[in-house]
């Protein structure tokens, strides 16, 4: 699995990563990229959007 510096990076590389972020709600994409610059993976990414939108930090956002 390619690690990359941080989630613009693998956005910028990974053309099947961009496009699952960009079917993302604008909330989600901006809360993203504002709190979790240290995403460096695919899976890393998957993973934080499943617990915010099954947790309480993420109420509101959509």
Do not use: C, D, W
């Amino acid at each position: 699995m390619a690690k990359f510096e941080n989630l613009s990076e693998l956005l910028s590389v990974s053309s099947s990563t961009r496009k699952y972020f960009l079917s993302l709600p604008v909330s989600l994409q901006t809360f993203l990229h504002e709190h979790y610059y240290t995403i460096r993976t695919s899976e890393q990414l998957h993973l934080t959007v499943n617990f915010l939108q099954h947790s309480n930090l993420y109420t509101g956002l959509y």
